[in-house]
């Protein structure tokens, strides 16, 4: 997930941006991979919790309190 943030969302951002913004822009880029690499993880992290949800329901388990 990471990569597909830096790589397909930062780097990107970060070419764009240095054309206007020289230096600056390099550091644009990088924030916009970091934004996109948290949204991408958020998204897999709900996505994996609905799923251990729907998996707990169907089988029965609860979690114990201990």
Do not use: D, R
């Not at 934004?35 to 609905?50: I, N, R, S």
Request: aromatic share 12%.
């Amino acid at each position: 997930m990471t990569a597909i943030g830096y790589w397909m969302f930062g780097l990107p951002a970060a070419w764009l941006l240095m054309s206007h913004y020289e230096l600056a822009g390099i550091w644009g880029g990088i924030l916009v991979g970091l934004a996109a690499t948290g949204v991408l993880l958020l998204a897999q992290l709900v996505y994996e919790l609905k799923a251990a949800s729907q998996q707990n329901f169907v089988t029965g388990n609860t979690p114990s309190a201990g």
